[in-house]
């Protein structure tokens, strides 16, 4: 469960790596076209989403 829940954390980080990237510095990232701003918005949704279901307890709050 441990190695699932680092999984999860690497997959939300480069979600939201991707999502700035394509932002800040470039719409095209190692031959992924990220012209498209719903692109974007997903990248931030999954980088988010994957975090929170790693830091949230089951009742929603946030633990310590």
Do not use: C, R
């Amino acid at each position: 469960a441990m190695m699932q829940k680092w999984l999860v954390i690497l997959l939300g980080a480069l979600g939201l790596f991707v999502g700035f990237y394509s932002l800040a510095i470039s719409q095209a990232f190692l031959g992924a076209n990220l012209e498209n701003p719903a692109d974007t918005l997903l990248h931030f949704a999954v980088g988010v989403w994957a975090l929170a279901s790693v830091f949230m307890e089951k009742g929603g709050s946030v633990q310590a």
